[in-house]
């Protein structure tokens, strides 16, 4: 076979371009500590190392919003912690104001402490974290507590909604970590003991009493709503039957969420309630259930037969109790000091439960946490076996393309240099 001068230099030009080619590759390996920089290099490779990218920024993601979700516990945290001292604080002030040595005057400027308690409660309830109230729901751009009246508050206006603002913290699972103000400053149950237990009542038919006045006692305990409108029924049936009343009438007592009423039906006859002016007025559950125990709507006898429904909705939060206290102080009513005792009880247990709560979602966003950063070094340590170079290898090949190349270019160059004169 013949091989002409013009063969042996395209032979050549291709086995140097092949060179450079594999002595580029080689460099650009230990440049950049890839193995993939192409997709040529690796196409199975490079596929999975993508999938790797995609689920570590995801999991970047969730530590973004784990890190928010901490932030917002911790303020939510802080803020119950310091309301659970302004009910054990106010319950400390009550106490020591219930003490028949204690003046009018003095009962006074302890209303002052509990005014400023009230203050404190509202900032606390109106608490933000970046910008955001952490107690409205899901409306975190709207400040959720307001007064009726800034000086003399006697309500509290709540705009925030019933949701609660949720984070994603994992691939199928969020957590809240907002609250819905409105319910966790409520309160869902009620004590019920000597100081709130009595309702009295006098029957009548078309206006005329059939009955002096009755009384009906609650069992002590605590209640929800619906259950304490069982009990009051029961109550005051058991109070209506003989031979304590001789009239033996049904009283149903229902409780409406919507509206936050009692409701108190009878069996066709009139019935008005003592809530101020009965004998054991003092002793009376009536603001508890929403009905004003001076001006009750639908009070006086001869008000058509049927149902009686509460005039306020129920309010057992600590706003209304702190409210409740503030001006039982004022009035110097000892009764309603020792009922607000029993309230500011529950509102502080309440309010650590919460706060314990609140430590548990602490602990799994931890433990989350943990579960993330393992999964991060799995991955990453993946990808790096899957692209990352050998160095020690990668050079020492650098080195042997270097030095093939650089043989072929010795050798080319000879080869390149013959001409006929050589022949002659």
Request: aromatic fraction near 6%; charge should be negative.
């Amino acid at each position: 076979m013949r091989i002409t001068h013009t063969t042996l230099y395209q032979a050549s030009q291709t086995q140097l371009a092949d060179l450079l080619g594999e002595y580029q590759k080689a460099n650009l390996e230990v440049v950049s500590g890839k193995k993939i920089n192409i997709l040529s290099d690796d196409p199975v490779g490079i596929g999975r190392v993508v999938d790797l990218r995609s689920s570590l920024s995801n999991l970047d993601q969730m530590s973004k919003n784990i890190n928010t979700a901490n932030t917002w516990l911790t303020g939510a945290e802080t803020a119950l912690s310091s309301v659970a001292s302004i009910a054990d604080d106010a319950k400390v002030l009550a106490i020591s104001m219930n003490n028949a040595s204690m003046s009018s005057a003095e009962r006074a400027n302890a209303a002052v402490q509990v005014d400023g308690m009230l203050g404190q409660l509202l900032d606390l309830a109106n608490t933000r974290v970046d910008g955001q109230y952490i107690f409205s729901g899901t409306k975190t751009d709207t400040k959720p507590f307001a007064f009726d009246n800034p000086t003399n508050p006697t309500t509290t206006a709540y705009s925030g909604n019933a949701g609660a603002f949720t984070l994603k913290t994992g691939k199928d699972t969020s957590m809240a970590v907002g609250y819905a103000g409105d319910a966790l400053f409520d309160s869902q149950t009620l004590t019920v003991d000597v100081t709130n237990n009595k309702i009295d009542f006098q029957e009548a038919v078309g206006g005329a009493p059939l009955d002096p006045e009755l009384t009906a006692t609650i069992p002590s305990g605590n209640y929800t709503r619906e259950s304490l409108a069982n009990a009051i029924g029961t109550a005051m049936n058991n109070a209506s039957a003989p031979p304590s009343g001789p009239n033996g009438l049904t009283y149903t007592v229902t409780y409406d969420a919507t509206t936050k009423a009692y409701i108190i039906q009878n069996n066709g006859t009139d019935v008005k309630l003592l809530w101020g002016s009965g004998t054991n007025a003092n002793q009376s559950i009536a603001s508890d259930i929403g009905f004003d125990p001076v001006d009750v709507q639908g009070d006086p006898l001869g008000i058509p037969p049927g149902s009686i429904r509460s005039d306020e909705p129920t309010d057992w939060g600590i706003f209304k109790t702190l409210m409740d206290l503030k001006q039982y102080l004022k009035t110097d009513n000892v009764s309603g000091i020792e009922r607000s005792m029993a309230r500011l009880d529950t509102q502080f247990y309440n309010t650590n439960n919460a706060v314990s709560h609140i430590g548990y979602k602490g602990i799994s966003l931890d433990l989350k946490t943990n579960v993330i950063e393992d999964l991060k070094i799995s991955y990453n340590s993946q990808k790096s076996n899957i692209e990352d170079a050998d160095m020690v290898a990668a050079i020492s090949d650098l080195a042997s393309k270097q030095n093939a190349y650089q043989a072929a270019l010795a050798s080319t160059a000879k080869i390149m240099k013959l001409s006929l004169i050589d022949y002659m």
